[in-house]
C-alpha cells in the first residue's frame, strides 16, 4: 500500500523446504517456498493494524499516511538481504537487485525480522545506509554490538539477559548439573556461551553442551541422543528455535527419551504448535522464560479481517486463503475430491495457528515497533495541529529520533530503547502444565525483571508449579549428593568442580555444615556431650627448649656466640698487630658484630610462636645477615681496589675509603630494613594452627602473612652473596701474604650451598621441623663464616706470631 511514508515489512511467510517433516534431511531440497507459517501472517498482520490506527490517528503524524512495502523472505537469509535491498532502493521486484544504490531510500525503516541470523545480515548490509531495522523477536546478544549493526533495534529484550536468567532459575531450584542442547545458529551459539558463562559463576556445571539443527544429519541426531541418555543430568536446557524443537521432539519421541526436567526460552516455551506436536508428553512440566502476556484493542478483531493483506499481495493472499481453508480458486481434475474456494469462508469458524491470539506479546512488540517510527518521524516533521511536509527525510536522522524515542501505547506500555537498542528486561516465568483433556496448559508462575536489585529480580511461586511426568517435587540434578556434616568434599580427578566425593573427617576433626570443603579441630568445650566421644584432644606441638632438637640447636646457637666473642676478644687485644690492621679493622669488628646477631636471632625461632616472635623472627635475622654479607662485601672491594690499582699515579682507595666503606655497609643494609618495614604494614608474619599436618597433633606456626615479602628477605640476602662471591672469585690470585679474598671466597662457597639447599628442604619439611631447618640453615652459614675469615687469622696471630710483622705482611716482592 502507498503512502506520503513507507515502512517496509520482511516476513518469512514461507519455510524454506517444500515439507516441513523433511527439514531434517541430510541434503534438504532446493529452494521452494511453499509451506506457509501462518505465524509471519499474524505478525504481517499487526504490522498493517498499527500502521491503520497510526493514520486513523489525528494527534500523531497529522495529515501524513503511512504506507507499506512487504516482501516474502522464504526463510531464507540470502532473500532477506534481497528483500531488504529492494526496500532501500524501491524496487517493487524483489529479484531486481541489478540497480545501482544511489538513489534515496525508498522505505524510511524496515520491519523484522523475527530471527537473529537473517537479521544480522541484513543489519550489516543495510547498516550503512542507516536505515533502521526493528526487530520483533531477534534475540541475539550480538545484535546489541553497536559497532557492527548500528541500525538495528529491537523491541524484544537481548538473550544477554535471558540467559542469564536462565542461569539463575536453574541455579534457584538447586540445579547444579544440567545438559544442554543449542540451535546450531547465530542464536543458540551465542545465547549458550552467556549461560555457560553465567552457569559457571554461580557454581553450575554443564554435564554436556550439544547443537543440532533441522537438517542434521540421522548419524549426527543419533549420536545426540546417546549422549542425552548416557548423561546423569535430569535437567536439560534447550536454546532452541520453535522451528528446530519441533523437529527434535519428533526424533526424541522415536527413541522413547522421556523423564527430564526441560528448561526454555522464549522461543518455544510458549509455543502452542511445539506443545501439539508433544504426543508423548516429553516436555511436561517443562519451566522457561517468555517475554510478558500483552494486550492490544482491536488488534484480535483487525487480525480476523483480511482485507488489507489481500490489498498487498493478491498471489500471497490467494496461496493464504487456500491454505486457511484446504481449498482450491482452481481446483484441477488431479486435486479430487479437493473443495474449491468461494472467497466467502468464515474465518471465524477455523481453529488453527493463524486464529490462535497466544502470542498477543510478539504481535504488540510489532506494534510496538511501527509506532516507534511514527513517533520518531512525528518529532522529525515538527508536527504540531500540521507536519511539515517539505521537511527532507535523512534515514540517519530518523534512526537518532526513533533511539532517543520514550512514549507510553494507548494499552500504557512504556517503549523506549537503551544505548545498545534494546528495551527493558522483563520476562514472565511460565510452566507447562498438561490438563485432563490433553492440552497444554502454559501457566505463569513467576516474573523476572533485570532492572530490579540482584536479589529482588527473580519472584516464584513454587507451590503452583508441575514438574517432568506430573510430579509435585523439585527434580534433583546434580553430579553428586550433597556432603552431611562430618565430612568434607574432595572434587575427583578429571571431572568439572561439582563433582567430587565425601570424604570423613579424620578422628578429632569435624565439619559442622552441608558441603563443607575442609574439617576443622573439634572446640570440646561447645559440643553436646555425645559427640565428645567423637573428638579426640589434639597435642600442640612447636619447637621448644626442652626437646631435643630444641636444646641442641639452643647450646650450637650460644656456643657460637661464644666463639665469636673469644675471637673479637682476640682482635681487640692485638688490635695494633699488622694483622689486624692490614684486614680493615674496623670492618673486621663490625662483622663479628652482625655474626654474634646471627648467632643469638636462631633463638627467636625457639619456643610458641606470638605475635612479637613471628614478627621478630624472620625480620632480626634478615637484617642482620645482610649487615654480615655488607661487611664481607666491602672487605672483598677493599682488597679488589687495593690490588688491581695497578697504574702508577692512580690512586683508586681515595674512592673507597673508609667513609665510603661505612656508607656502603649501611646503605645495603637500609634497604633490607625497608623490605622488612613494608612486610610488616602489608601482611605481617602471624602465629596460626595447623590442623592438617599431623592427624593427632595440631602443629603451632609462624605464617608468613606474605610470601612475597619473606621471598624478598632471602632474595635480597642470596644477591648480596653472589655479588660478594663474585668479587672474592676475581681476587682469589692475589699475592698470598696479603689476601684473605681465598678465604671469603670459601666461605661464600658454603653460605650459598647452606642456603640453596635450605630451600627443597624448607618447602617440604612439616610443622616444627621446617623451623629447625631453617634454624640449622643459619647456623651453617654463620659458622662458615666465621671459620674461614676469621680462624686462620687468630692462628697466625696466637701460634705463629713470627708471622705477624710489618716485613712478613710485605712479602718478598716488597
Known amino acids: 500500500m502507498d503512502g506520503d511514508i513507507l515502512l517496509g515489512g520482511l516476513f518469512s511467510f514461507h519455510t524454506s523446504w517444500k515439507e516441513r517433516e523433511n527439514t531434517y534431511m541430510e541434503k534438504p531440497p532446493p529452494l521452494q517456498c511453499t509451506s506457509l507459517n501462518f505465524r509471519e501472517f499474524q505478525l504481517a498482520q499487526a504490522m498493517l493494524f498499527a500502521i491503520e490506527e497510526i493514520n486513523n490517528r489525528s494527534e500523531l503524524l497529522p495529515g501524513i499516511s503511512l504506507g507499506y512495502r512487504i516482501y516474502d523472505s522464504c526463510g531464507s537469509i540470502a532473500r532477506s538481504i534481497k528483500g531488504a535491498l529492494a526496500l532501500v532502493n524501491g524496487n517493487k521486484n524483489v529479484s531486481d537487485t541489478s540497480k545501482a544504490c544511489t538513489k534515496p531510500a525508498n522505505v524510511q525503516a524496515i520491519m523484522g525480522e523475527a530471527s537473529s541470523s537473517p537479521s544480522m545480515?541484513?543489519?550489516?548490509?543495510?547498516?550503512?545506509?542507516?536505515?533502521?531495522?526493528?526487530?520483533?523477536?531477534?534475540?541475539?546478544?550480538?545484535?546489541?554490538?553497536?559497532?557492527?549493526?548500528?541500525?538495528?533495534?529491537?523491541?524484544?529484550?537481548?538473550?544477554?539477559?535471558?540467559?542469564?536468567?536462565?542461569?539463575?532459575?536453574?541455579?534457584?531450584?538447586?540445579?547444579?548439573?544440567?545438559?544442554?542442547?543449542?540451535?546450531?545458529?547465530?542464536?543458540?551459539?551465542?545465547?549458550?556461551?552467556?549461560?555457560?558463562?553465567?552457569?559457571?559463576?554461580?557454581?553450575?556445571?554443564?554435564?554436556?553442551?550439544?547443537?543440532?539443527?533441522?537438517?542434521?544429519?540421522?548419524?549426527?541426531?543419533?549420536?545426540l541422543i546417546e549422549v542425552i541418555k548416557g548423561s546423569t543430568s535430569r535437567v536439560v536446557l534447550g536454546f532452541l528455535s520453535h522451528m528446530d524443537m519441533d523437529v527434535l521432539i519428533q526424533h526424541l519421541s522415536n527413541y522413547n527419551v522421556t523423564g527430564y526436567q526441560w528448561v526454555g526460552t522464549e522461543a518455544w516455551i510458549f509455543d502452542s504448535q511445539t506443545a501439539s506436536r508433544d504426543k508423548n508428553h516429553i516436555l511436561d512440566g517443562a519451566i522457561g522464560l517468555?517475554?510478558?502476556?500483552?494486550?492490544?484493542?482491536?488488534?484480535?478483531?483487525?487480525?480476523?479481517?483480511?482485507?488489507?493483506?489481500?490489498?498487498?499481495?493478491?498471489?500471497?493472499?490467494?496461496?493464504?486463503?487456500?491454505?486457511?481453508?484446504?481449498?482450491?480458486?482452481?481446483?484441477?481434475?488431479?486435486?479430487?475430491?479437493?473443495?474449491?474456494?468461494?472467497?466467502?469462508?468464515?474465518?471465524?469458524?477455523?481453529?488453527?495457528?493463524?486464529?490462535?491470539?497466544?502470542h498477543m506479546s510478539i504481535f504488540n512488540n510489532m506494534y510496538k515497533?511501527?509506532?516507534?517510527?511514527?513517533?520518531?518521524?512525528?518529532?522529525?516533521?515538527?508536527?504540531?495541529?500540521?507536519?511539515?511536509?517539505?521537511?527532507?527525510?535523512?534515514?540517519?536522522?530518523?534512526?537518532?529520533?526513533?533511539?532517543?524515542?520514550?512514549?507510553?501505547?494507548?494499552?500504557?506500555?512504556?517503549?523506549?530503547?537503551?544505548?545498545?537498542?534494546?528495551?527493558?528486561?522483563?520476562?514472565?516465568?511460565?510452566?507447562?502444565?498438561?490438563?485432563?483433556?490433553?492440552?497444554?496448559?502454559?501457566?505463569?508462575?513467576g516474573l523476572y525483571d533485570a532492572s530490579l536489585?540482584?536479589?529482588?529480580?527473580?519472584?516464584?511461586?513454587?507451590?503452583?508449579?508441575?514438574?517432568?511426568?506430573?510430579?509435585?517435587?523439585?527434580?534433583?540434578?546434580?553430579?553428586?549428593?550433597?556432603?552431611?556434616?562430618?565430612?568434607?568434599?574432595?572434587?575427583?580427578?578429571?571431572?568439572?568442580?561439582?563433582?567430587?566425593?565425601?570424604?570423613?573427617?579424620?578422628?578429632?576433626?569435624?565439619?559442622?555444615s552441608t558441603d563443607s570443603v575442609s574439617c576443622v579441630r573439634c572446640p570440646l568445650e561447645s559440643w553436646p556431650n555425645q559427640k565428645r566421644d567423637a573428638c579426640v584432644k589434639k597435642?600442640?606441638?612447636?619447637?621448644?627448649?626442652?626437646?631435643?632438637?630444641?636444646?641442641?640447636?639452643?647450646?650450637?646457637?650460644?656456643?657460637?656466640?661464644?666463639?665469636?666473642?673469644?675471637?673479637?676478644?682476640?682482635?681487640?687485644?692485638?688490635?695494633?698487630?699488622?694483622?689486624?690492621?692490614a684486614n680493615n679493622s674496623e670492618l673486621s669488628f663490625l662483622l663479628?658484630?652482625?655474626?654474634?646477631?646471627?648467632?643469638?636471632?636462631?633463638?627467636?625461632?625457639?619456643?610458641?610462636?606470638?605475635?612479637?616472635?613471628?614478627?621478630?623472627?624472620?625480620t632480626s635475622f634478615g637484617i642482620a645477615f645482610v649487615l654480615c654479607i655488607s661487611c664481607v662485601l666491602g672487605k672483598t672491594i677493599v682488597v679488589l681496589m687495593a690490588f688491581k690499582a695497578t697504574l702508577p699515579g692512580r690512586n683508586v682507595m681515595k674512592w673507597f675509603g673508609p667513609v665510603q666503606q661505612r656508607l656502603s655497609v649501611l646503605g645495603f643494609t637500609v634497604v633490607q630494613v625497608i623490605i622488612c618495614i613494608l612486610w610488616l604494614i602489608i601482611s605481617p608474619p602471624f602465629p596460626s594452627k595447623n590442623f592438617e599436618e599431623f592427624?593427632?597433633?595440631?602443629?603451632?606456626?609462624?605464617?608468613?602473612?606474605?610470601?612475597?615479602?619473606?621471598?624478598?628477605?632471602?632474595?635480597?640476602?642470596?644477591?648480596?652473596?653472589?655479588?660478594?662471591?663474585?668479587?672474592?672469585?676475581?681476587?682469589?690470585?692475589?699475592?698470598d701474604n696479603f689476601n684473605e679474598a681465598k678465604f671469603i671466597t670459601f666461605s661464600m662457597l658454603i653460605f650459598c650451598a647452606v642456603w640453596i639447599t635450605f630451600i627443597p628442604a624448607y618447602v617440604s619439611s612439616p610443622g616444627k621441623f621446617s623451623v629447625a631447618v631453617e634454624i640449622f640453615a643459619i647456623l651453617a652459614s654463620t659458622f662458615g663464616l666465621l671459620i674461614c675469615i676469621f680462624i686462620p687469622k687468630c692462628y697466625v696471630i696466637l701460634m705463629k706470631p713470627e708471622k705477624n710483622t710489618k716485613k712478613s705482611m710485605m712479602g718478598k716482592g716488597a
Open 592 to 618: 663479628l658484630f652482625s655474626l654474634k646477631l646471627c648467632f643469638l636471632c636462631s633463638l627467636t625461632f625457639i619456643g610458641q610462636p606470638s605475635d612479637w616472635s613471628c614478627m621478630l623472627r624472620h
Open 453 to 512: 536489585a540482584p536479589d529482588k529480580q527473580m519472584n516464584l511461586q513454587n507451590e503452583s508449579l508441575v514438574w517432568a511426568q506430573n510430579s509435585k517435587e523439585v527434580p534433583v540434578s546434580v553430579c553428586n549428593e550433597r556432603c552431611p556434616p562430618g565430612t568434607r568434599k574432595v572434587l575427583q580427578k578429571g571431572k568439572p568442580v561439582c563433582c567430587y566425593d565425601c570424604i570423613k573427617c579424620a578422628e578429632g576433626e569435624i565439619s559442622n
Open 695 to 735: 592427624k593427632d597433633k595440631i602443629s603451632l606456626e609462624c605464617s608468613l602473612g606474605s610470601s612475597v615479602g619473606f621471598w624478598a628477605v632471602l632474595g635480597y640476602i642470596g644477591f648480596l652473596a653472589t655479588l660478594c662471591f663474585i668479587c672474592a672469585f676475581l681476587a682469589r690470585k692475589l699475592p
Open 539 to 581: 597435642e600442640a606441638v612447636f619447637l621448644s627448649y626442652e626437646e631435643m632438637m630444641g636444646a641442641l640447636l639452643t647450646a650450637a646457637s650460644l656456643f657460637g656466640t661464644c666463639m665469636t666473642s673469644v675471637v673479637a676478644y682476640i682482635f681487640v687485644t692485638y688490635r695494633n698487630t699488622p694483622l689486624v690492621r
Open 121 to 223: 545480515a541484513i543489519a550489516t548490509v543495510i547498516g550503512p545506509f542507516h536505515i533502521p531495522l526493528i526487530s520483533h523477536f531477534a534475540t541475539c546478544a550480538c545484535l546489541s554490538d553497536k559497532s557492527k549493526y548500528p541500525s538495528f533495534l529491537r523491541t524484544i529484550p537481548s538473550d544477554y539477559y535471558q540467559s542469564r536468567a536462565l542461569a539463575h532459575l536453574v541455579k534457584h531450584f538447586g540445579w547444579t548439573w544440567v545438559g544442554a542442547i543449542r540451535s546450531n545458529e547465530d542464536y543458540g551459539n551465542n545465547g549458550m556461551g552467556i549461560f555457560t558463562e553465567t552457569a559457571q559463576q554461580l557454581g553450575i556445571c554443564v554435564e554436556y553442551s550439544m547443537t543440532f539443527f533441522r537438517t542434521d544429519s540421522s548419524d549426527k541426531i543419533q549420536r
Open 369 to 445: 515497533g511501527v509506532y516507534a517510527v511514527a513517533h520518531a518521524l512525528h518529532t522529525v516533521l515538527s508536527c504540531n495541529r500540521t507536519c511539515d511536509i517539505n521537511t527532507k527525510l535523512d534515514p540517519l536522522t530518523i534512526l537518532r529520533h526513533i533511539k532517543n524515542i520514550h512514549f507510553k501505547t494507548k494499552e500504557g506500555d512504556e517503549v523506549y530503547f537503551n544505548e545498545n537498542g534494546d528495551p527493558a528486561a522483563k520476562y514472565e516465568i511460565i510452566n507447562w502444565q498438561r490438563k485432563e483433556n490433553g492440552i497444554v496448559d502454559f501457566v505463569t508462575v
Open 290 to 358: 517468555y517475554i510478558p502476556k500483552a494486550h492490544v484493542s482491536g488488534l484480535r478483531e483487525f487480525m480476523f479481517d483480511v482485507r488489507p493483506l489481500n490489498s498487498s499481495n493478491t498471489d500471497l493472499f490467494t496461496e493464504f486463503w487456500e491454505g486457511l481453508f484446504s481449498c482450491k480458486f482452481k481446483p484441477s481434475e488431479s486435486a479430487g475430491m479437493q473443495k474449491e474456494c468461494t472467497g466467502h469462508e468464515d474465518l471465524t469458524g477455523v481453529e488453527n495457528i493463524f486464529t490462535d491470539m497466544s
